[in-house]
Antibody, heavy 124, light 110 residues
């Protein structure tokens, strides 16, 4: 059964770059059934979609992140990554990586599997 | 400010039926299916309902989902103490080209 696991620094300084990696185990990242996404949840708040990346390295980002976000995929390591630059305290959140199921029929793709999440705190 | 609108809280007594609503717009719920997630404290969300009313394996049939127009609802019948947690609705948004979420509903079992 596939599992996702986030890794990276838990503390990032203001104006620096937040970098996280999601390791995919129990299955291949090069699937035509899924692609991969990042979502965050500020403390005590709701969920926010950051963007997605296909194994082909094609990406789509939430405009709210105004080109601060960059996603990539490393098929040789079966993992994908998120970088978010120029961070501020408002970027403090639990960051989740996720698997997004492709829906061939009408209805829209959806997240069917989440990583456990990683708290990233932006502070000097 | 979440794109989808959910009540911040809901409550019921054991055995009761509770409904959580989720409202959106034509670019998300109006043109795509709705998915629901359950999030236990300190844990990642898990898929509870997909494509409006389908339950993943292992989800009890006490949980049901529906959609009409730009709104959706999650119903929980035979409420149990273990159901006390947070619930989020989500849907694909054609304008964002991504997933949008509700703000979450905290369910309390009295």
């Amino acid at each position: 059964q596939m599992q996702l696991q986030e890794s990276g620094p838990g503390l990032v300084k203001p104006s620096a770059t937040l970098s996280l990696t999601c390791i995919v185990s129990g299955g291949s990242i090069t699937s035509d059934t899924y692609y991969w996404g990042w979502i965050r949840q500020p403390p005590g708040k709701g969920l926010q979609w950051i963007g997605s990346v296909y194994y082909s390295a094609s990406t789509v980002y939430n405009p709210s992140f105004k080109s601060r976000a960059t996603m990539s995929v490393d098929t040789s390591k079966n993992q994908f990554s998120l970088s978010l630059n120029s961070v501020t305290a408002a970027d403090t959140a639990v960051y989740f990586c996720a698997r997004v199921m492709i829906v061939v029929l009408e209805g829209g793709d959806f997240i069917d599997l989440w990583g456990q999440g990683m708290l990233v705190t932006v502070s000097s | 400010q979440s794109v989808l609108t959910q009540p911040p809280s809901a409550s019921g007594t054991p055995g009761q039926r509770v409904t959580i609503s989720c409202s959106g717009s034509s670019s998300n719920i109006g043109s795509n299916t709705v998915n629901w997630y359950q999030q236990l404290p300190g844990r990642a969300p898990t898929l509870l309902m997909f494509r409006n009313s389908l339950r993943p394996s292992g989800v009890p049939d006490r949980f049901s989902g529906s959609k009409s127009g730009t709104s959706a609802a999650l119903a929980i019948s035979g409420l149990q103490s273990e159901d006390e947690t947070d619930y989020y609705c989500a849907a694909w948004d054609d304008s964002l080209n991504g997933v949008v979420f509700g703000g979450g509903t905290k369910l309390t079992v009295l």
